[in-house]
């Protein structure tokens, strides 16, 4: 793809922040647009798998931008673990908008330098989710250790792959999926929900920093008999490399995964982009963008949208994060937090 000069030079002058993302592993991708004129550039900071969804949306945005102002617009995206952009962001890296797959990535943003509205939530329609996923399994063609649902995971035989919850929302989307399961399965009873989550835990042979991280170990380094991430990637890994190859599980109960959308005010009060980052994370509710999303294989809001789409998306029972853990902010200081549940279940299962 060709890189957008302006953009890569205007990033070089902060050289910590360069840094910052080399040493994240944080992946740009530049918008190949041009102007004669000075346009203005917004930067869309992403979670890790969203790579081709932007590239697809990006010019349509600038269409309408052009169509509807007259004006152009330069769009740079970057991508990596959820936490790993909200911590590039706190330390510099100029984003005018992100879109991440976690809020708590999106709050942080607030508690720990007011770089978003603490609003931010009531910004947009749908809890500022335009879109939304849950967590599914990709399997070697055939099955051939016969997956079916959650409890399959926890087998001894069976080998996992997906990203580390400390650094990935996609992760931790997997993780709550899997205590979801163990909660329905066994009413509510912690100490046997624990058991199968460590065991869940002991069964991955690689925590990726992000999802793309993970896709390439199961796909191009054949690690795992389970990739498990985002069910829009599983079926774009499977749409790209040949359902000859693979094929899909989407178990009968699994997390609501929604994918929340902030600008950040901040950074835009001092580009002066206020107004068309605002009108960008409005685009993505547009029949034409969610049209692209469902094409993506992403569930989204819009009725006629759903209906054109609605064979492609299983049916199943999506469970709310807050339902059954709390708040996000629960959730984080349970369980993510150093020597929290997850740590202590990684520690468990390291001795089964």
Do not use: C
Not at 278 to 298: K, M, R, V
Not at 320 to 327: D, H, K, L, T, W
């Amino acid at each position: 793809m060709a890189v957008n000069e302006l953009g890569r030079n205007s990033l070089a002058k902060n050289s910590f922040v360069k840094k910052l993302i080399s040493s994240l592993g944080l992946s740009l991708v530049l918008s190949p647009v041009f102007s004669a004129h000075a346009a203005q550039e917004i930067l869309n900071t992403s979670y890790d798998v969203s790579r081709e969804l932007f590239v697809a949306i990006n010019p349509k945005f600038q269409g309408y931008w052009k169509e509807k102002t007259g004006e152009d617009i330069n769009i740079q995206q970057s991508h990596a673990g959820s936490s790993a952009q909200a911590a590039a962001i706190l330390q510099g890296l100029k984003a005018d908008v992100v879109t991440f797959n976690q809020s708590t990535d999106i709050d942080v943003l607030h508690e720990k330098g007011k770089f978003v509205s603490p609003d931010w939530r009531k910004k947009f329609p749908n809890n500022a989710s335009p879109f939304y996923s849950t967590t599914a399994f990709l399997v070697r063609k055939g099955n051939p250790k016969n997956i079916k649902d959650w409890d399959d995971l926890a087998r001894k035989d069976v080998k996992l792959v997906f990203p580390n919850p400390k650094t990935s929302g996609n992760a931790r989307y997997t993780y709550l999926a899997a205590w979801i399961y163990a909660h329905n399965a066994f009413n509510g009873d912690e100490k046997k929900i624990k058991d199968f989550v460590s065991k869940v835990l002991g069964n991955v042979v690689v925590f990726d920093t992000g999802g793309r991280g993970a896709t390439t170990s199961f796909v191009d380094r054949a690690q795992g008999d389970v990739l498990l991430t985002f069910e829009s990637e599983v079926n774009l890994i499977r749409k790209e490399y040949g359902s000859d190859k693979y094929d899909i599980v989407v178990p009968k109960i699994s997390v609501l995964a929604e994918f929340p959308v902030a600008v950040v005010d901040s950074v835009v009060k001092e580009k002066g982009t206020e107004k068309v980052a605002t009108e960008y994370l409005n685009y993505l509710y547009s029949p034409a963008a969610q049209a692209i999303l469902a094409s993506y294989f992403y569930r989204v809001h819009d009725e006629q949208v759903k209906a054109d789409y609605a064979k492609q998306f299983p049916e199943l029972k999506l469970v709310s994060v807050e339902s059954i853990f709390g708040s996000w902010k629960d959730v984080n200081d349970k369980h993510f937090v150093t020597s929290g549940i997850l740590d202590q279940l990684l520690r468990q299962a390291k001795k089964q």
